[in-house]
């Protein structure tokens, strides 16, 4: 019969990059029952960079062999964990896993190198083989979590040049209703958008570009597109009919503000680590048309383990030729809410969320707010959401930076979420002009 098994490096790249964060690099071995021999094979690392590197060395080698596990291509003097597992010819699964750290040289060779923690302490080569434990559980329970309650409603929407989706909470409301934007790599995303009408709103999650017939790329933003999405949306019978609020993070932070700045009927608006000015394409509404701070492409930085930081192709808004660039918050019909992260690794979004705030009380507007969040990251989601530290758009493209710290992240996220929901509903909400 024949056991499946795994090595797992993870490296937690916090002295080099001021992260918490780790990068699993898996090796999957696959250990033959002791009839005939026992088989490493199927050396398989995933990694954002060709720097790092983990092998065994035989992969295919008797059981009272030794076998030589070795990382390299680590920042020198780094924490380093590796991990082990095997799975059983019942399904019982059992693990094990070192710390380390590395030399001078970047390197772990687990015949020199002292584990200084986990299962085992000392010099000892083969220890992640024989200290694996079992960890199948004494009881199991299996819970189901769901971003959409039974009864909303999901309508596909491709009415004019709109391209979305539209959820509508059970009832005949009518509902608060939001538009709810992602960030720079495009597309469709529904999560939140479903979450929220789950908690009784009517929203949109509008794509605005890289999607279906959209525009490939994001070079001229016409914000009479968003106009006519939140048209649609008011249009609609069971949505409260006097204003909508928009949400965004990243990219769709900026354009939530916008959104905000210019239509009238934006009543609120949440920015989720987003900018105060408009950078890289340019935006145009009617005979408006703003020019975009130009990314620094000649700056961009790319840390020890190949990660891109957003922010250092941007320039400061606050330079006089960019003044031009900067939203005017004080034109917001309504209340908007900043939430940011202080460990965002994208973007600089606490100075964002600063400059505009001191905009708007310099210009007599008093309902900007601001929640910061110390050791959250650039990508706050829903509670319960796991911390994306790093993602990729594209092959072709280095990984993006995220940051934020696991714990204050994911904490920040179930704070902010609330704060989300009753902002949105303290603005948004059924009126007393509203035609129930």
Known sequence: ???NGSLLLTHNPTIQCHLDQQICLPVLICPQSLQDRREISGLCIYKPTDMIGLSATPK???????????????PPQQPATIRAWLKDEK???????AFYISTMEGEVDLEEALATGGDFQGVLPMGLLWSLKPTTPFFRLIIQRWYVTPGVQRYPVREGRIRGTLFLPPGEGPFPGVIDLFGGFGGLIEFRSSLLSSRGFACLALAYFAYEDLPKQLDILELEYFEEAAQFLLSNPKVVNHGIGVIGVSKGGEIALALACYL???KAAVCINGTNAVYGYTLTYRDLWIRGIPYQVSRMEIT?????????????????????????IEKAKGPVLFLVGEEDQAYNSLTFAMEAIARARNRGKNDVHLLSFPGA???LEPPGSPLCHVSQKGRGSPPNLWGGELVAHCTAQETSWMEILRFLFSHVGVSKQSKL
């Open 60 to 74: 295919v080698s008797l059981a009272d062999e030794q076998v030589k596990i070795r990382v390299w291509g680590l």
């Open 1 to 3: 019969m024949k056991d």
């Open 377 to 379: 990251g650039h990508l």
């Open 91 to 97: 399904g019982e699964i059992f693990q094990s896993r």
């Open 304 to 328: 020890d383990l190949g990660l891109m930081r957003v922010s250092s192709l941007m320039d400061e808004a606050r330079k006089p030729e960019h003044q031009g660039s900067i939203l005017p």
């Open 264 to 266: 009238p009927m934006v």
